[in-house]
């Protein structure tokens, strides 16, 4: 996978670049019985917006995504990598011994042909295989990584991340994840080892507003730029500065900067360093 930066024939092109992959298959539909319609909700819920700018886009399926892999024992053959539109990494469709297909998160250096397993017990270790933490050695990179011991993969699956494994110790693994933090997983809980496929996707550039638009991105407008009414930054005459000690949110609450994680969760006796 490269970065593809393309010749400017016209203006929208001048900044744009993509990754660019010899390795999926080219203009192939997605497995009928494996995707399911989408409902675009817009940012909304109960029809009161509570994400802003989203809206719009272009049409999608979802790829329905085994984050589970419980066909324990039983090797998956890649039939192909295909390009996900609701996603940032690309899926690879595995057919199993018994002749089922299922979508799983294509890993860094997946080839069409190559087999994987997915074990309770301690198998090869090699990029694409699935086993429990406890069997891995310290320093493994994993991805999808499950929470519980029966449960789906929850953490690092978007593009080009990978979590470490830093040791096993108590019947609790230790791993570091993308963002630095350090938290405690059972060890029981599978993990997928490797690195997650489209690496470059965190740099390529969408080189005019109406890519950005297809991807159901709507324009941001600064705060400052707004009237008094509308938002605290605004107001004021000519470009002028916010005007108060600390920014704030529309609704007048502290920006940027200011943590939001709720105190006392069930979850924070699992994290050893917290990410900042």
């Known amino acids: 996978m490269v970065i593809k930066v393309y010749k400017p024939i016209t203006p929208g092109q001048r900044g744009k670049s993509s990754v660019s992959s010899l390795d999926i298959s080219k203009k192939v539909k997605p497995l009928k019985k494996l995707t399911k319609g989408k409902k675009e ?10 994400v802003r700018r989203r809206g719009g886009g272009h049409k999608k399926k979802i790829r329905q995504v085994d984050f589970k892999r419980q066909k324990f024992d039983m090797k998956a053959k890649v039939v192909r990598i295909e390009y996900d ?26 080839k069409e042909g190559e087999e994987v397993v997915a ?35 929850k ?66 407008v600064r705060g400052k730029a707004m009237g008094a009414d509308a938002h605290p930054h605004g107001g004021g005459e000519g470009r002028s500065p916010i005007g108060l000690k600390h920014p704030k949110t529309p609704w007048g609450k502290p920006a940027l900067g200011v943590k939001t994680r709720k105190k006392h969760k069930p979850s924070d006796k699992y994290i050893i360093k917290r990410r900042k």
């Not at 979590?163 to 350090?182: D, R, Y």
């Open 41 to 50: 909700k817009a940012g909304r819920s109960k029809g009161k917006i509570s």
């Open 85 to 110: 539109p609701t996603r940032s990494a690309y899926l690879a469709l595995v057919s199993y011994e018994d002749g089922e297909k299922r979508y799983i998160l294509a890993w860094q250096g997946i």
């Open 119 to 153: 074990s309770q017990k301690k198998i090869e270790i090699k990029p694409g295989n699935r086993m429990p933490l406890r069997y891995l050695q310290p320093g493994t990179f994993v991805y999808n990584i499950a929470l519980t011991k029966k449960g789906p993969g």
């Open 155 to 220: 953490i690092v699956r978007s593009a080009g991340t990978a979590a470490t494994l830093m040791g096993v110790e108590n019947k609790m693994a230790q791993i570091k994840l993308p963002s630095g933090e350090i938290r405690l997983v059972p060890d029981e809980a599978m993990a997928t080892i490797g690195e997650i496929s489209k690496k470059e996707h965190g740099v390529r550039r969408l080189g005019k507003a109406g890519r950005a638009r297809w991807i159901g991105k709507r324009p941001k």
